[in-house]
């Protein structure tokens, strides 16, 4: 019996939703190339290509960003819910609830023929953002921003966030943020989401599978680790980011927003992504890029591994004001949709995920008696 621990190399499964060739630093949603996506598609264009298979007309996409934008507004009682949390610690974890909620809300929970895992997908894309920054709201004590219908999926969330309109730029950003995060072949937290879907279990279950494992600092926590280290080592010279780093890699520590499983060059997200990074500090007058680029440098000559994709988010985010502890919360508003489309193609193709384990402790002992041990 051979073991791959992690899984690591182990093929699962079939699929046509995306792409990576990690030695060549190429990713493709649906066969379209991640820098064509990043320089043309809108987010809701690119989930459109997702969810669909195929590319919108202007009448499609047209249709399909009403329909999101409609169905934004979170029913009254989860706002209920919002409001009454008993606590307010992690916006990540208060996500996955507000998903579980509603899921129980959903009359149609189990159902899955194409129609209703459409409308639960557009329902679950669409409001996700209105979680995010209702809680927000909440915890700031300010009323509500509601959804503005007339505003992109990107722009109203920064919208409802900040009660003001963002700029072309910084919509822009989110944007582009969003469509690079939109999907990712069979990473951790789709893998999660597809186990759920294997079951037969709901959607809503398979999101709250997946927010959770997305919520680990080896995945979707590292740009939230990234932006600590990157505060904590802002101004500080080389040699001494160097100090940092052999120290945390003498105690055998990650570090955070460096490494990946597939990748072996530069992670095609990461190169869009500092692009992004680099113009907005431009533009707010931030030297993120500045301590990103030594960090680069060092890392690569000690260990040979390049930045991923979370490591030039945390710039983009904290750019763009985004509250430190919503960074994993920007993901899953990315990353939602890859993670339904992977859902549906695991229903229409089902065979339960159900790996074996090799055995390795005592077999057959007797029973000892409580009075006996
Ligand atoms: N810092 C220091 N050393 C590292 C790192 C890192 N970030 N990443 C890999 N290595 C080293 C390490 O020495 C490892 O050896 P060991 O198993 O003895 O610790 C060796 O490289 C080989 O690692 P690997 O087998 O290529 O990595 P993996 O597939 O087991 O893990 C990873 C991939 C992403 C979990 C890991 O690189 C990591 O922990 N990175 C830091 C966390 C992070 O940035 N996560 C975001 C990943 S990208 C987006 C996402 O999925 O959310």
Do not use: C
Not at 47 to 62: F, I, M, Q, S
Not at 352 to 357: A, E, F, T
């Amino acid at each position: 019996m051979s073991i791959h621990y992690g899984l690591k190399g182990i093929v699962a499964l079939e699929s046509n939703i995306s792409r990576i060739d990690g030695g060549r630093s190429i990713l493709e949603y649906r066969g379209y190339n991640i820098h064509n996506l990043a320089a043309n598609a809108s987010f809701e264009e690119t989930a459109y290509l997702l969810l669909k298979g195929k590319l919108p007309t202007t009448l499609e996409l047209k249709k399909f960003s009403e329909t999101l934008a409609e169905r934004r507004e979170l029913p009254g009682k989860i706002i209920g819910v919002l409001y009454n949390l008993p606590t307010i610690n992690y916006p990540t974890v208060i996500l996955r609830t507000i998903y579980s909620y509603l899921g129980d809300m959903d009359e149609k929970l189990f159902q899955i023929n194409s129609e209703e895992l459409m409308r639960k997908a557009i329902d679950l894309i669409a409001k996700t953002p209105t979680i995010i920054a209702y809680y927000q709201n909440i915890r700031e004590n300010k009323p509500l921003t509601h959804p503005n219908k007339t505003l992109s999926h990107a722009a109203n969330f920064l919208w409802m966030l900040n009660g003001i309109e963002p700029d072309r730029v910084e919509e822009k950003a989110l944007d582009l943020d969003l469509v690079l995060h939109a999907e990712h072949t069979l990473n951790a937290s789709t893998f999660a989401a597809r186990i759920a879907a294997s079951t037969l279990s709901d959607m809503y279950a398979g999101i709250v599978s997946a927010t959770g494992t997305l919520f680990g600092p080896l995945h979707g926590g590292a740009s939230h680790n990234v932006i600590k280290m990157l505060r904590e080592l802002e101004g500080k010279d080389a040699k001494d980011i160097e100090k940092w780093i052999d120290n945390k890699l003498q105690k055998r520590e990650r570090v955070m927003g460096f490494g990946h499983r597939v990748y072996k060059t530069l992670d095609p997200r990461a190169k869009e992504l500092r692009k992004l990074a680099k113009k907005l500090d431009n533009l707010k007058g931030n030297a993120w890029i500045a301590v990103s680029d030594k960090l680069t440098e060092i890392v690569y000559r000690k260990k040979r591994i390049y930045p991923n994709v979370d490591f030039y988010a945390a710039s983009v985010y904290a750019n763009l004001g985004i509250p430190e502890d919503q960074y994993i919360n920007m993901f899953v508003m990315g990353r939602i949709v890859g993670w339904i489309t992977h859902m549906m193609d695991q229903y229409q193709n089902n065979k339960i995920i159900r790996p074996l384990q090799k055995y390795i402790g005592k077999e057959e002992r007797a029973y000892i008696q409580i009075d006996k041990r």
